[in-house]
């Protein structure tokens, strides 16, 4: 799926401002920036949450599904876990139950779990719920706002673990948004790296952390803390 | 329901709704004769043994019309009450099903509506469909739904933003099922709360209405017009007027308290389950006070009521010039030992130390003025949002001069000169100019510096910085662990410098504590943090957390389980259900925090 010359504006602001980002057929796209940057406005365009111009080309646009940063609002509190998650099933009644098995599987929760609410699970598991839901509209592109942020760092592994699955699994596109280049790097094949509304660097992770050509990377890179340096 | 009867205005709603429940089901059935028997020979009485409340002109006994209209006057209240909130709702709910256009003019019919007055829009409505119960109920009905219309809109407008509608839209589920499924079901509570106060005023308004002579007509009598037939003989025998107004005053009452009482019940957040009461922290021996420390503090507990103990029996000491890391996820505890060292533990929340002492002085055995005056000049105190330490209506130089007048009886001119000079030594750019700023003209590195500078307005011996970079950039975050590193090393103070970073921690800091489930599990140097930790806890964090240089070929490590809640916790090690060396004994048995090697501690049965 490619971005072309997405911007969005908003009144004289521009948020995002001419991105033009390639995602590759089974490849995660790490998209790295601060606050400000324009990096989730980018996810709320590409989802089709906010307007924008420019186009989204080498795929079905409608088939693109998001996982929200805070799992604790992304799921409907009067709902079971079984209900959010057969939401953007396309089946009949009967096919149904069975196909919730099978997503929640694939995010390693137990069947059991359908009947229960998300007021009974913990973040992580809500945040897999979340990830089961968008599953099942077979997207082709799924992307991921900083998922793990509102997350304990013992539950976020387990999170980036299924991430990665996912992709070696089912072939899944990600484009992967996160402020922490640490999580970023780990679970990338490409990253882009963005800057007041603009990408100012794109490449394969290793390139890109291990070689930044732009400045603003490098005092990115520069900035991650890092356990025993002092 | 508990809640409901145990606040006074609660309690006496309930018991208004039921009798005239009561009245209105019992009523007909046991007065009604009575009610329409003509008498002649007693007609306009006033209050007598026979009458209490009097008679009318057809001699009718008043109190037994009064029994009886309970249940027409109820039934209509329902009625109007019903028509009001399905036109409002609907009316509320239409903009966020409509497209865009439409839903704007429904706005807008909604805005008009809700301008209009709503007596005047009743009895238009009441006389255009006739006079009579039907005009009266359409008309106070349609008089109630803009307001049920405007409550629909913004408490749905409310619920379109949340995450989870955004999702149903992602993944094209119909507008209106998102409307029936994910916005009306959480908006709902707030309506039925809304419908119960809305019951008593459509009551008092159809009472309203038939006394006017434009509600329930003869030969039907409702409370309303029993009051019309009864007020114009009120100065002769009041009572026949009185009985129907106390009737009407009562059931609104009834209503109004019972609908505030729901509303109050269920914004209240469900109280935590009783559980056993909190275990009995086993007192260690306290040790002779370290005179170098600057801060000591030993066996500090926090406890809730319920048994909720969120730290339990913690102890710490921080050095002059030292950085001590306090770094746990969520719930562990961290920020609540803070608070318990800064005196701001919130109610209802108990804090018992065994000491705690600050710069040599106990603080428990201080006197109140003594306390706060030494924890005003000593203690400075940085939290994660900096607007929480700033008033937004002042200027910020203004603010920090604050404490130099207060606390140092310095003049106005020299505290502003010595504000501005504070503001310099934090690294902000043309300090004088930013002084007179407000604090929503800074960005959020800039703020956190100005509450950094605060905190050097006067000697700062201990600082505690509470998760201050968790909302910031990684860029300006540096900046700010710099700028804390500068200051410690500068003033010679000890800092406390709690995260759930421990990346960041391990960056800054001089020595780290690690906390999980209210209790120290271990604390150590931090050059042992990445290769020396020995508690399994420690080293499953350190293992879990990707860094720069994690093999990306390989699963990051994660912990099974989660944290037990303070009011969870048992009697042994909390670790012991998500721990991979766990045995018979860590599930009963509390580990005691024990020396493991130099200026290391743990407390673990198995660390190795």
Redesign the interface.
């Known amino acids: 799926m490619i971005i072309k010359n997405l911007t969005v504006r908003f009144g004289g602001f521009t948020a995002v401002d001419d991105v033009t980002l390639e995602i590759p057929q089974g490849a995660i796209v790490g998209l790295v920036g ?2 400000g940057s324009g990096k989730s406005t980018l996810a709320k365009a590409v ?3 906010v307007r924008y111009s420019g186009e989204i080309t080498g795929g079905d646009s ?1 088939r ?3 996982v ?1 940063q ?1 799992p604790y ?7 079971t876990v079984g209900t ?1 998650v057969a ?2 099933l396309k089946l009949p009644r009967a096919a149904r139950a069975a196909e919730v098995e099978r997503l929640l599987s694939l995010v390693s929760l137990p069947a059991a779990m359908a009947e229960r609410y998300p007021r009974e699970l ?1 973040g ?1 598991m809500r945040q897999r719920v ?1 990830i089961a ?2 599953l ?2 077979r997207p082709e592109l799924l992307v991921a706002d900083e998922i793990t942020s509102a997350l ?7 999170v ?2 299924l991430v ?1 699955s996912l992709r070696e699994e089912l072939g899944l596109s990600m484009l992967f948004i996160s ?5 970023v ?2 679970v990338s094949d490409f990253v882009a790296v963005m800057h007041q509304g603009r990408l100012v660097e794109v490449g394969p ?1 290793e390139e890109v ?1 291990g070689a930044p050509r732009d400045d603003y990377t490098r ?12 | 329901m508990r809640q409901l009867l145990r606040t006074p205005a609660g309690l006496a709603g309930t018991i208004l709704v039921a009798l005239m429940v009561v009245v209105a089901i019992i009523g007909p059935p046991i007065w009604g004769v009575e009610a329409e028997r003509i008498n002649p020979s007693v007609i306009l009485q006033g209050a007598s043994d026979a009458h209490p409340l009097g008679t009318d002109n057809l001699g009718r006994d008043i109190l037994a019309r009064v029994m009886v209209a309970g249940r027409l006057s109820l039934l209509l209240a329902l009625l109007t009450t019903l028509i009001g909130a399905v036109v409002g709702t609907v009316l509320g709910a239409l903009p966020s099903v409509l497209p865009r256009r439409g839903a704007r003019l429904v706005t807008g019919t909604v805005n008009a509506l809700v301008a209009f007055p709503g007596l005047l829009l009743a009895m238009f409505t009441a006389v255009v469909t006739g006079l009579g119960a039907k005009g009266a109920v359409l008309g106070i009905g349609v008089a109630i739904a803009p307001s049920f219309a405007r409550l629909t809109q913004t408490l749905a407008a409310s619920v379109a933003g ?3 509608v ?8 119909p507008r209106m099922r998102v409307m029936t ?2 916005v009306l ?2 908006i709902a509570e707030p309506l039925i709360l809304n419908l119960t106060q809305a019951l008593g005023s459509a009551l008092l308004a159809l009472a309203g209405m038939s006394f006017l002579g434009l509600g329930v007509q003869p030969p039907s009598f409702d409370w309303g017009r029993l009051l019309f037939e009864g007020f114009n003989r009120i100065y002769d025998s009041p009572a026949v007027a009185l009985g129907p107004a106390v009737a009407v005053a009562l059931a609104g009452i009834g209503f109004n308290l019972l609908g505030d009482a729901l509303a109050r019940a269920a914004a209240r957040t469900t109280t935590p389950a009783k559980t056993a009461p909190a275990p009995v922290v086993a007192r260690q021996e306290i040790e002779e006070p370290d005179p170098e420390a600057v801060l000591e503090v030993r066996d500090l507990t926090v406890t809730f009521p319920g048994g909720v103990t969120p730290v339990r029996g913690l102890s710490l000491t921080v050095a002059p010039g030292e950085i001590v890391g306090l770094v746990g ?2 719930g562990s505890g961290k920020s609540l030992t803070a608070s318990a060292i800064g005196g701001l533990v919130p109610y209802p929340g108990e804090v018992t130390t065994g000491r705690l002492r600050l710069c040599g002085a106990d603080l428990d055995e201080l006197a109140e003025h003594e306390r706060r005056k030494l924890l005003g000049t000593s203690l400075a105190m940085v939290f994660q949002d900096p607007m929480a330490s700033l008033n937004p209506a002042l200027r910020v130089g203004g603010q920090l001069a604050e404490v130099a007048t207060v606390h140092q009886g310095a003049s106005r001119e020299k505290a502003w000169d010595r504000a501005v000079d504070r503001l310099d030594h934090v690294h902000i750019p043309e300090p004088a100019r930013r002084a007179r700023q407000h604090p929503h003209e800074l960005s959020g590195g800039m703020r956190q510096r100005v509450v950094i500078a605060m905190g050097l307005m006067g000697t700062p011996r201990l600082i505690i910085a509470d998760e201050p970079t968790t909302a910031l ?3 300006v ?2 900046q700010i ?1 710099r700028l804390l590193r500068q200051v410690t090393a500068e003033t010679g103070a000890a800092t406390l410098f709690i995260s ?5 921690v ?2 800054l800091c001089h020595r780290v504590v690690v906390m999980y489930a209210g209790r120290v599990v271990e604390e150590l140097p ?2 042992q ?2 290769a020396g930790a020995a508690h399994p806890y420690t080293r ?3 293992a ?5 240089d ?1 093999d ?1 070929s390989q ?6 389980g ?2 037990p809640a303070p009011a969870e916790v048992g009697a042994g090690c909390a670790f012991a259900s998500r721990c991979e060396l766990a045995t018979d004994r860590c599930s009963t048995e509390l580990p005691p925090l024990i020396p493991y090697g130099k200026a290391h501690q743990v407390a673990c049965w198995e660390a190795q």
């Open positions: 601060e606050s989802t089709g949450l409608r693109i599904q998001m929200f805070n609002a992304s799921l409907n509190p009067r709902m959010s939401e953007g913990s992580g979340a839901r968008a099942g509209a304990d760092v013992s539950v976020q592994g387990a980036l673990n990665r402020h922490n280049l640490a999580v790097r780990y992770t952390v005092s990115l890179l520069e900035a991650v803390p890092r356990l025993g340096r002092v | 949340a995450d989870y955004s999702a149903a839209r992602m993944l094209g589920v499924r994910h079901p959480n996820e969520s950039d990684v860029t975050q540096r662990l759930h970073d421990i990346a960041v391990g960056e931090v050059d943090l990445v499953a964090l350190v879990s957390l990707p860094d720069m994690t990306r699963p990051l490590a994660s912990i099974p989660r944290q």
